[in-house]
């Protein structure tokens, strides 16, 4: 499941360098997730890193992008073979 960041957000920018996969980015408000880069950090760390350091707690799963830890891995895999790594 890719995470999602709520309207509580208060733009502390403190999420955006933390995610491995550069799926956070500045919206026209508050700061959002790309779901197609979004893999809780699976490949990278244990848990989400942006959920470690946000501050109000405004990044919750996103119901809408369901996803197994496997589907999860299969994301990383390609975003890594995208890269180049």
Known sequence: MALIIT???INC??????CPNDAISMGPDIYVIDPNKCTEC????????CQQ???VECIPRD?????????LMVKYRA???AKGA
């Not at 920018?13 to 933390?18: A, G, H, L, Q, W």
């Not at 119901?63 to 589907?71: G, Y």
């Open 7 to 9: 309207d509580e957000c």
């Open 63 to 71: 119901p809408q992008h369901a996803e197994s830890p496997e589907q």
């Open 13 to 18: 920018d403190v999420c955006e360098p933390e």
């Open 42 to 49: 699976v490949g990278h760390f244990d848990e989400p890193q």
């Open 79 to 81: 975003l890594q073979a």
């Open 53 to 55: 350091v946000c501050p």
